[in-house]
């Protein structure tokens, strides 16, 4: 069964960090473009970064840069988000998806392009 599954969100401090995970099934996820995505409240979901096949990350916004690592892709069929300082702003459900063009170029922000989608984590940040 194809699946992806995030987890590792929860209600943070600002200035804090968290760690999520996406963790895939049924296909091998360093093969993919993994495209990160949130959506907070009353928003619109949006693209905030993109990692293709060859590892390359694109960020899609300039509030997360420096801020959001990618890593993982190859590693036990696992991505991970490392978020540091977090800020009441970063407060969302957060998504990741799959692409198999394996291309940020062709999936990017593009939601209709990501073939798998995870059911999103919770990421919280206050005080």
């Known amino acids: 069964q194809v699946q992806l599954v995030e987890s590792g969100g929860g209600l943070v401090q600002p200035g804090g960090s968290l760690r999520l995970s996406c963790a895939a099934s049924?296909?091998?996820?360093?093969?993919?473009?993994i495209g990160w995505f949130r959506q907070a409240p009353g928003k619109e979901r949006e693209g905030v970064l993109c990692?293709?096949?060859?590892?390359?990350?694109?960020y899609y916004a300039d509030s997360v840069e420096g801020r959001f690592t990618v890593s993982g892709h190859n590693t036990k069929n696992t991505m991970y988000l490392q978020i540091a300082n977090l800020k009441p702003e970063d407060t969302a459900v957060y998504y990741c998806a799959a692409d198999l063009s394996g291309s940020c170029a062709v999936a990017g922000k593009r939601e209709k392009e990501y073939e798998y989608w995870g059911q999103g984590t919770q990421v919280t940040v206050s005080s």
């Open positions: 049924g296909f091998t996820l360093e093969y993919y473009a």
């Open positions: 990692v293709d096949s060859g590892h390359g990350t694109t």
